[in-house]
T-cell receptor
Framework: DAGVIQSPRHEVTEMGQEVTLRCKPI?????LFWYRQTMMRGLELLIY????????DSGMPEDRFSAKMPNASFSTLKIQPSEPRDSAVYFC????????????FGNGTRLTVT | AQTVTQSQPEMSVQEAETVTLSCTYD???????LFWYKQPPSRQMILVIR??????QNATENRFSVNFQKAAKSFSLKISDSQLGDAAMYFC??????????FGTGTRLQVTL
């Protein structure tokens, strides 16, 4: 199993630009999560999906953030327009079933907005 | 709502010694689960150990074990025979049946020779 795959690993962009982060969950997993990690706030849950349907997006900081999951094997997190305070590591994670089951994390995308 | 508190920002242990990382939590869920994750410098989040709250027996995974005190809402991680590869950030996390996890702020563990 290839694990959760995120791309890109690093992203540097200028303020105001659109940023799209991508995630491929583990095949067969029915839950997908987007987390953001910063020094100040730690790991924050942004949004999660069950069977491709968004369940809880209360952690999405602003309307500039949006997430989609068009199918079971792909999800995107988009920031438009980006701001320097969005700089963080963004993790995608997937899990199988309720419980909760352990989360399997991708390697994260380090986003730097200048 | 769930909160997870790790009161030790940094800990240090000598190789081959034992160290305990603290975690307390608060939850309104009657059925919940607790986890410890490790994040080495590579940034990958790795599951270390899991505990179901309905189980009284403390979970153990090789050199890693937990001390789960349900009444006190405490969930500490004990690492025995510490190795250089154990150096990392350790995160405690709590989750209910809704599947999402709430994480603590982490404890950075240094392992010295």
């Amino acid at each position: 199993d290839a694990g959760v795959i995120q791309s890109p690993r690093h992203e540097v962009t200028e303020m105001g630009q659109e940023v799209t982060l991508r995630c491929k969950p583990i095949s067969g997993h029915d839950y997908l999560f987007w987390y953001r990690q910063t020094m100040m706030r730690g790991l924050e849950l942004l949004i999660y999906f069950n069977n491709n349907v968004p369940i809880d997006d209360s952690g999405m900081p602003e309307d500039r953030f949006s997430a989609k999951m068009p199918n079971a094997s792909f999800s995107t997190l988009k920031i438009q327009p980006s701001e320097p305070r969005d700089s963080a590591v963004y993790f995608c994670a997937s899990s199988l079933g309720q419980g909760p089951s352990p989360l399997h994390f991708g390697n994260g995308t380090r986003l730097t907005v200048t | 709502a769930q909160t997870v508190t790790q009161s030790q920002p940094e800990m240090s242990v000598q190789e081959a010694e034992t160290v305990t990382l603290s975690c307390t939590y608060d939850t309104s869920e009657s059925d919940y689960y607790l986890f410890w994750y490790k994040q080495p410098p590579s940034r990958q989040m790795i599951l270390v150990i899991r505990q179901e709250a309905y189980k009284q027996q403390n979970a153990t995974e090789n050199r890693f074990s937990v001390n789960f005190q349900k009444a006190a809402k405490s969930f500490s991680l004990k690492i025995s025979d510490s190795q250089l590869g154990d150096a990392a950030m350790y995160f405690c996390a709590s989750g209910g049946t809704a599947s999402k996890l709430t994480f603590g702020t982490g404890t950075r563990l240094q392992v010295t020779l």
